[in-house]
């Protein structure tokens, strides 16, 4: 059985918890799909080009921001919008989704990110007012979302380690350019995103991916495992 492939867009740490649970809930999400799965790791500063990218099944960009290449995690995030790769980013992986959304499909050259440049006058991502470092939130997924369906449930509880999130000022904008809220937190601010005309783009905010460290498969990552069909020969470059 030939296994399908997976690309983990960050720069490898294993003191980062979710570094450590991101294999584990792949490997648990295949056993159910009962198929092959082959994850590599795609260093940022090792991605210069499409042709760096091509093979892969499915690309997850991952925590551990700020990267050692921001623009090669873009890249990555470009190339799976732009080809109908099936893509999760968790997340330092949904704060460049929505960088690589501004810049390439809104034509904000200028979008960025606060961690990485604090002056940026269009900081798409910005420090959270409530950090989420090591804190857990009950979620509530909107209807007919991905989310909502990987999770059966319009509630549920997923753990963050982060201090940033999608600017609030940028919100409208970004949703009128083609995103959709997937999931929100519990004063409504936007912690899941995803493109319905993608044939599985969605990108979280919270980790969903420490469930495996329990020795559970997390529903997100078994509805990315099960959107994965083998790449076609010769394609997109």
């Not at 997340?91 to 606060?114: I, K, S």
């Not at 470092?133 to 509630?155: I, M, P």
Request: charged share 20%.
């Amino acid at each position: 059985m030939t296994p399908l492939r997976i690309g983990l867009v960050g720069d490898r740490d294993d003191s980062i918890t979710a570094h450590r649970a991101i294999p584990r809930a792949l490997q648990l999400a295949a056993d159910e799909r009962q198929c092959a799965l082959q994850a590599s790791w795609l260093p940022t500063d090792q991605i210069p080009d499409r042709a760096a990218l091509q093979g892969f099944d499915g690309l997850w960009c991952v925590p551990g921001s700020p990267y050692r290449d921001m623009d090669g995690a873009l890249r990555a995030i470009r190339f799976a919008r732009q080809a109908g790769v099936p893509f999760l980013g968790t997340c330092g992986g949904f704060q460049h989704a929505v960088v690589e959304f501004a810049r390439h499909e809104l034509g904000w050259t200028d979008a960025d990110h606060a961690e990485s440049s604090p002056e940026a006058e269009r900081a798409v991502i910005s420090l959270l007012e409530c950090g989420l470092v090591e804190a857990r939130e009950t979620l509530n997924a909107v209807a007919g979302s991905r989310l909502a369906k990987a999770y059966g449930d319009a509630a549920f509880s997923e753990g963050y380690r982060c201090r940033y999130g999608l600017n609030p000022r940028f919100v409208t904008s970004l949703l009128d350019g083609g995103l959709r809220v997937a999931a929100t937190g519990p004063a409504g601010d936007v912690r899941a995103l995803e493109l319905a005309d993608h044939p599985f783009f969605v990108a979280t905010l919270f980790q969903p991916e420490r469930a495996a460290l329990e020795g559970r498969t997390p529903p997100l990552v078994r509805a990315f495992v099960l959107a994965l069909r083998p790449a076609p020969a010769g394609a997109l470059s």
